[in-house]
């Protein structure tokens, strides 16, 4: 029987998967782990922790990733649901090679133009949802998944009718398809630019009409004129390239592009207000926000340079579509060329559409044979992807961790989990985890370190045990403040290879009784344990004051003794004989004759009745089974 895909990202605190992208050479600790998984990625096994998949990424995606789903979660409750596959709801028209890629793995149920309350009805039963611009993903269509639904994916760039954050308090993962259309909305643009300057579109319809009007439609040359890209995303770089080759003296307003890259293209970056006020023709390219709804306005069209000439191939609702009317009948605006409108598609009657110094098109960006097909590919794998339980490059409402620290981080992963997960079974009591800092040991330079995805996972670790909510990526930071639960982090800078990220990771949970005293750090009311990576396995080796060296696989019994001889001896003949096989020990003291912690790696979990036999030997002052 075919292996049923995944659910949710993160979904057990039993086992996760993490992918990392294809990077050379690899670690030699993940090297000499890696085998051949199915076509066309290639797979990490972690040996000590069978559940748990490393992917590798094709060079195709070598781009920041961001997302973790676990495989078994999904294909256990496609086999509840009495379906061994995924169900995957495509909600406007895809590229048939998309829907080919979906069909070999999923059940597609393909629901053109559905009313929202047909929407809300089919999607309680579906794990993906494909979109393209013209279906709203609410609030309430999330609230109608009943927690199934896994991914949304967006068959485009902008997720404008997507609501990331409801998606994000209930751990659903959005991704888009950025790429494949990059060169065909650059294209677009540059095809609106020119057939504006030139007015095409107008000489085309008067000789339609009979008529023959040299005179009127006289043009603008483009070449030294100043051209300013508002959003030097993929697509606005992709424009200033193209418009460079025409002779066009380019600017770019993006507070959040990196000046090099600008410059290595022959951009300047400028202000917002230097970018309208110098540029003889503006081209659009931002997504859709609350800072950028209407951004065009009245005053905005106020501080252009008079005859300015306005391209938008990016979202229609960044223009105050009627102060656009007012600018052009002015003369503020000579001319604007438009793919998109905050209305699709607009009225009949719109002035905007009609007026005679507007070039029009319906959202023709991507829609070149080409690009929808690659957008089809594109969004189909991610989202398969995403419902494999593969890290999404695409995703959007996930910290975006470059692929490079992933690959490095790879091992903490689960050793962050594991110490939250430890630390959370520590405590006892009706108070609740209120305070967690993490210290990150590194000889690394702070900024040369990103632990987003560590104190994600340990929040995982530490919450979902304790919680309803299944915790992954996306909603970790949320669901941590839902909870009041506040963690801060502390690196300390230490000697060491600068080839090693972190030496070592410690968890502090502050204020809290706990059922195994050892743990407390000078009992102080704060539990500390501290783990480290050797050659890619992760092991505790700090219990509270006490040092040990337990690999953290299986389960894991801890014992606080004095230190005598014989000790383990007697707790390995017990475990021996109720047949319970032992993976790590270590033992861990203050002073000799004191006090020591022995750990005691177990690969099965201890009966109560063999527990009872540990905690009855006269030299054991406590005791406490945790389970990986």
């Not at 961001?66 to 895809?94: F, I, M, T």
């Not at 339609?208 to 009007?213: E, I, N, P, S």
């Not at 483009?222 to 066009?248: D, I, N, P, W, Y």
């Amino acid at each position: 029987m075919a292996l049923a895909p995944p659910k949710p990202l993160f979904p057990s605190p039993s086992s996760s998967a993490v992918a990392v992208a294809e990077l050379s050479p690899l670690p030699s600790s993940l090297s000499s782990l890696l085998c051949r998984s199915r076509s066309p990625f290639l797979g990490l096994r972690l040996a000590h922790d069978p559940s748990t998949s490393l992917l590798l990424l094709p060079l195709r995606y070598r781009r920041p990733l961001c997302a973790v789903a676990d495989a078994a979660a999904v294909a256990a409750e496609a086999e509840d649901a009495g379906s061994p596959r995924p169900r995957v709801l495509v909600a406007e028209k895809l590229g048939e090679a998309g829907l080919e890629l979906l069909r070999g793995f999923a059940e597609v149920d393909c629901g053109y133009n559905l009313p929202p309350e047909d929407l809300r009805a089919r999607i309680a039963r579906c794990d993906a949802l494909i979109v393209r611009s013209g279906t709203k993903v609410t609030r309430e269509v999330f609230e109608a998944a009943a927690g199934r639904l896994k991914v949304v994916g967006r068959a485009g760039v902008g997720i404008d009718n997507v609501d990331l954050q409801a998606a994000t308090e209930h751990g659903c993962l959005v991704v888009n398809a950025p790429t494949a259309n990059t060169v065909a909305a650059a294209e677009h643009g540059i095809a609106l630019l020119a057939a504006m300057a030139r007015n095409v579109a107008q000489a085309d319809a008067s000789m339609k009409a009979g008529k023959w009007q040299r005179n009127k439609y006289v043009g603008v040359s483009l070449v030294g004129k100043t051209l300013a890209v508002m959003g030097f995303g993929k697509v606005g770089s992709e424009v200033a390239r193209r418009a460079k080759g025409l002779g066009m003296h380019v600017i770019a307003h993006d507070p959040y592009a990196p000046a090099d890259r600008a410059r290595a293209i022959g951009v300047e970056l400028v202000s917002f207000d230097e970018a309208i006020s110098t540029a003889d023709f503006i081209s659009l390219h931002m997504p859709l926000t609350a800072n950028t709804s209407k951004l065009f306005n009245d005053e905005t069209f106020s501080k252009v340079k008079k005859g300015v000439r306005i391209i938008n191939v990016a979202r229609g609702g960044v223009i105050d579509e009627d102060a656009l009317v007012r600018a052009l009948d002015s003369g503020t605006v000579a001319q604007a060329a438009l793919d998109v409108f905050a209305e699709e598609p607009p009225p009949k009657d719109s002035k905007l559409v009609l007026h005679e110094n507007v070039t029009v098109t319906p959202h023709l960006g991507a829609s070149t044979i080409e690009a929808q097909e690659g957008v089809a590919i594109e969004i189909a794998e991610a989202v398969i992807g995403a419902l494999k339980g593969e890290l999404a490059a695409t995703a959007v409402n996930a910290p975006m961790v470059p692929a490079e620290v992933l690959s490095e981080l790879s091992p903490y992963i689960a050793l962050a989990e594991k110490l939250g997960k430890l630390a959370v079974q520590l405590i006892t009591g009706g108070s609740g985890v209120r305070g967690v800092k993490v210290v990150y040991s590194s000889a690394r330079d702070p900024d040369d370190l990103d632990t987003r995805i560590l104190r994600a996972m340990i929040t995982k670790g530490i919450l979902e045990p304790i919680s309803s909510v299944r915790i992954n990526i996306v909603n970790a930071d949320y669901t941590a403040k839902q909870r009041g639960l506040r963690i801060s982090e502390e690196r300390i800078s230490i000697g060491g290879s600068l080839e090693v990220p972190i030496e070592s990771i410690r968890v502090h949970i502050a204020n809290v009784n706990s059922k195994f005293a050892g743990a407390l750090l000078d009992n102080n009311g704060d539990i500390v344990l501290e783990g480290r990576v050797k050659d890619g396995i992760p092991y505790l080796t700090l219990v509270g004051s006490f040092t040990v060296d337990v690999g953290l696989e299986g389960n894991l019994i801890l014992c606080r003794q004095v230190d005598q001889p014989g000790i383990i001896g007697r707790v390995g003949k017990i475990l021996g004989e109720k047949n319970i096989n032992v993976n790590f020990m270590s033992v861990g003291r203050n002073a000799p004759g004191k006090q020591a912690i022995m750990g005691i790696g177990v690969d099965e979990e201890p009966d109560k009745e063999t527990l009872r036999m540990i905690g009855e030997i006269p030299a054991i002052v406590e005791f406490v089974f945790l389970k990986l």
